[in-house]
Structures are given as structure tokens and as C-alpha cells.
């Protein structure tokens, strides 16, 4: 029984060796292989710069014939009146913008300003996004299509978007608790030490000697 304790252990211990070993090298070779932000455009950048100065409202040079500053002011008061941060970023679209899509700018968008809010990017009527990076799930409606009158469906937007409020924070769990933590330890720890088990007997072999496991595992 002390040849089977001792064998179990050690398989143990080298499985945790492994298993730490492993992870170092996921993260050096994830650290390397995670390409970084790509260049971010002078249209995302110049926005970015408008918002993370206190504008709620960023209407590109270009984009007057959609935003006209009369009804840029009145975005800019509904949003400022919003309890949760709402920010507006209007261009014309472009293949050339320096980003992959709506999507890719509004990301670009975000990380730039670097503070949690409803982001809105319109392009033109029917093109367009709205998405936030709150922690906290958004309680209420937000549109997402941009169809129709770009004046009527903005101030829709931003005022829907003032109408939310955070939720509570979500108390899911991967795992499924502390439990259910414990238990795939468990699991990918079984796992590990039969396969280690495995290999040492695999070694035995390649020594020329029995598969078996000093004190009589086999």
C-alpha cells in the first residue's frame, strides 16, 4: 500500500509540475501570438478625442448634410440630460475609415474614450449601431435599426438610451459556483494523474521492464 501511496503522489506531484509548465507556456505563446489593436483612423480618433473631452455628440465635417448643428445641439442637451453616459459619433461611411465595420469602430470607439456609456455610431439612415460596455446589463429598450428620418430616429435613440437604467450585476458563475469549481478541479486532476500513471508505465516499457507501477499498480 506504501509503494501505491508513494506512486500516486508522485504522480500527482509531477502532474501539477506539468500542468504548471503548460499554462506557462500558453501564456507566453498567447502573450506573442495576440496581435495588438490595430491603427485606429483619423475618424474614429478625432471622435474619440470630441468625446473623452465631455462632448456626448461628435458630428464629422462631412456629415453635416445628416447632422445639421441646429440638431446637433439638441442631441447633445438629450444626452447630456441622460443618467447613464450616452455617446453619438456620426460620419459619413467609408471603405477607407481605418476600421473593418461598425462593430470594429464602435470597439475602437470605446477603448479610446476608455468610459462605460451607450455608444451610438450612424453612418447614414438604415446604417448604423448602438451597443454599450457597461458591467452592469442595460434595463430598458434600445433600437437598433436607424431607418427613417436621420432627426426623428437620432433623437429617438438617444432618448430611449437615456431612458435605461443598470442592472443588477449578474451573479453567474462558469463554473457554477465554488462546487462546481472544486469538482472540475477534481476531475481534470483524476485526469492528469491517470494519464501521468500511463506514461510512467509507458516508461517501464521502454525500459524493457514490465507495465506495471512499483506497488502493484498495473
Not at 12 to 18: I, Q, S, T, W
Not at 96 to 107: E, I, M, R
Amino acid at each position: 500500500m506504501s509503494g501505491r501511496l508513494r506512486d500516486l503522489g508522485l504522480a500527482l506531484l509531477v502532474g501539477v509540475l506539468a500542468a504548471g509548465a503548460g499554462l506557462g507556456v500558453y501564456d507566453l505563446w498567447r502573450d506573442q501570438g495576440t496581435p495588438g489593436p490595430a491603427p485606429v483612423g483619423d475618424r474614429v480618433r478625432h471622435a474619440a478625442e470630441a468625446l473623452a473631452a465631455g462632448d456626448h455628440v461628435y458630428v464629422a465635417a462631412d456629415a453635416h448634410d445628416l447632422v445639421p448643428p441646429e440638431l446637433e445641439a439638441r442631441l447633445e442637451d438629450l444626452a447630456a440630460d441622460s443618467d447613464v453616459p450616452v455617446f453619438l459619433a456620426v460620419w459619413e461611411a467609408s471603405s477607407q475609415a481605418g476600421y473593418a465595420g461598425v462593430w470594429d469602430a464602435v470597439s475602437q470607439l470605446q477603448r479610446l474614450v476608455d468610459e462605460q456609456g451607450v455608444y451610438v455610431l450612424y453612418l447614414g439612415p438604415g446604417d448604423g449601431l448602438v451597443n454599450d460596455n457597461l458591467d452592469e446589463p442595460l434595463l430598458g429598450d434600445l433600437p437598433s435599426d436607424f431607418n427613417g428620418d436621420p432627426a426623428r430616429r437620432l433623437e429617438e435613440i438617444v432618448t430611449a438610451a437615456g431612458q435605461t437604467r443598470p442592472g443588477p450585476e449578474s451573479d453567474w458563475d462558469y463554473w457554477g459556483g465554488p462546487g462546481g469549481a472544486v469538482a472540475a478541479g477534481a476531475l481534470f486532476a483524476s485526469g492528469a494523474i491517470a494519464a501521468i500513471l500511463v506514461l510512467l508505465g509507458l516508461g517501464r516499457l521502454a525500459a524493457g521492464r514490465r507495465f506495471r507501477m512499483v506497488g502493484g499498480w498495473r
